[in-house]
Nanobody
Framework: QVRLVESGGGLVQPGGSLRLSCAAS????????MRWYRQAPGKERELVAT????????TYLDSVKGRFTISRDNAKNTVYLQMNSLKAEDTAVYYC?????WGQGTQVTVSS
C-alpha cells in the first residue's frame, strides 16, 4: 500500500521543540524528494522544507531557517522534521509529501 503516515505532533509551549516523523511505504523512498508542508487555519498550505533523495541537500521556508531541520533515514523509509524554538505562528497541520502523495497530517500547536 502506497502511503505516508505522519506522527509526532502535539501541544508545546513557545520556545519548545518537537520532532515530526513521516513513515513511507509502497514506493521507492530512497529515490524520492521529500517535503514537509504546513497549513494554518484560514491560510494556504505552504512548503516548509525539502530534502533531496540522498539527503545531500535541503531547503527551507525563510521563517523557519535556523530553527527547523529536515532529515531522512533511507534505511527506515522515514523523513523527519526537527522543530526547535517554536513560535505561536508555527501552529498548523503539518503534512508530509512525496509528489503526488500526501500524508494525513499531524497537528502542531504552539501555545502557553
Amino acid at each position: 500500500q502506497v502511503r505516508l503516515v505522519e506522527s509526532g505532533g502535539g501541544l508545546v509551549q513557545p520556545g519548545g521543540s518537537l520532532r515530526l516523523s513521516c513513515a513511507a511505504s509502497g514506493f521507492t523512498f530512497s529515490s524520492a524528494t521529500m517535503r514537509w508542508y504546513r497549513q494554518a487555519p484560514g491560510k494556504e498550505r505552504e512548503l516548509v522544507a525539502t530534502i533531496t533523495s540522498t539527503g545531500g541537500s535541503a531547503t527551507y521556508l525563510d521563517s523557519v531557517k535556523g530553527r527547523f531541520t529536515i532529515s531522512r533515514d533511507n534505511a527506515k523509509n522515514t523523513v523527519y522534521l526537527q522543530m526547535n524554538s517554536l513560535k505561536a505562528e508555527d501552529t498548523a497541520v503539518y503534512y508530509c509529501n512525496a509528489h503526488p502523495l500526501w500524508g494525513q497530517g499531524t497537528q502542531v500547536t504552539v501555545s502557553s
